[in-house]
């Protein structure tokens, strides 16, 4: 019987000092934005308008990236449903 000398596969194990330095980041947008209403034909742009704070830094726009803190929601409840109110508003 024939032996391998490969290695068994391990994924690769993630540095802890890749973004040691975004541990200080605030949250440019906050929670009472989310429960103010926003009329159904202004909903895309106001949406746009959250997602724009967190391009204007590299450092906000990687923390937008990895989904920290509120941009998860923003990423996976707002975006989706500001594209369902801009094609009902149409």
Not at 8 to 28: E, G, Q, V, W
Not at 48 to 71: I, M, W
């Amino acid at each position: 019987m024939k032996t391998s000398n490969r290695q068994p596969f391990s994924a690769p194990r993630p540095n802890p000092f890749r973004y040691t330095h975004m541990k200080n980041i605030i949250d440019p947008v906050n929670t009472n934005e989310f429960t103010k209403n926003v009329p159904i034909e202004l909903v895309d742009s106001w949406v746009a308008e959250l997602c724009t704070r967190y391009h204007s830094d590299p450092d906000l726009y990687n923390y937008f990236l990895e989904k920290k803190g509120l941009t998860k929601e923003i990423q996976d409840e707002l975006i989706p449903l500001a594209s369902l109110c801009r094609k009902l508003a149409s």
